[in-house]
């Protein structure tokens, strides 16, 4: 908890001009990440489906914290998930959008724009024996915002939480 808050703190505190900046291929950024999620996924008897993985797209941007952010979404979406979790990746040339689905409690359309806050959790993550501390998702737009995207909490055509995360591409 501590390193998430220290994290957080980094992250709201510098300013976009301020974070170390790389070109990095989308495919090879989140290589990684979403192979493991898969293996983790494997494991808790939930299937993490990848319909159409990252391309060999060019951000600009510093990889730590645009991994950490879209780790962050898909380790929401395993622990809160009943069984399937999917993620598609798409490009117009401009920007990248990413969008995350599971077939979970969802988010009622009240706590949608909170969840996004420091420490919120829905009643229904409350409820759960979840082990989630409310940082996960601030994080996520912290690190967003500082490569000028966004991210927003829909209803999941799995019946679940969508979640959208778009950042432009280099």
């Known amino acids: 908890m501590i390193n998430h808050l220290l994290l957080l703190s980094r992250g709201q505190h510098k300013k976009r001009s301020e974070l170390a900046r790389e070109r990095l ?5 989140w290589y990684d990440m979403l192979d493991n999620a898969k293996f983790e996924a494997e494991q808790m008897g939930k299937q ?3 319909t159409s993985p990252p391309g060999p797209w060019i951000l600009t941007g510093n990889a730590s914290a645009l991994d950490s952010a879209l780790e962050n979404i898909v380790r929401n979406a ?15 040339n401009r920007d990248i959008t990413i969008v995350i689905n599971d077939d979970g409690l969802g988010v009622s359309a009240e706590d949608r724009e909170q969840i996004f806050r420091t420490f919120y959790r829905t009643d229904k993550a409350h409820d759960r024996e979840s082990g989630g501390t409310g940082l996960d998702l601030a994080i996520v737009e912290a690190a967003v915002n500082q490569h000028c995207g966004w991210v927003k909490a829909q209803d999941s055509l799995l019946c679940g939480l969508r979640l959208v995360l778009w950042l432009p591409l280099h």
């Open 78 to 92: 395993l622990r809160y998930s009943y069984t399937r979790i999917a993620i598609a990746f798409s490009t117009d």
């Open 25 to 29: 291929k989308a495919n090879k950024l």
């Open 48 to 50: 993490l489906e990848v």
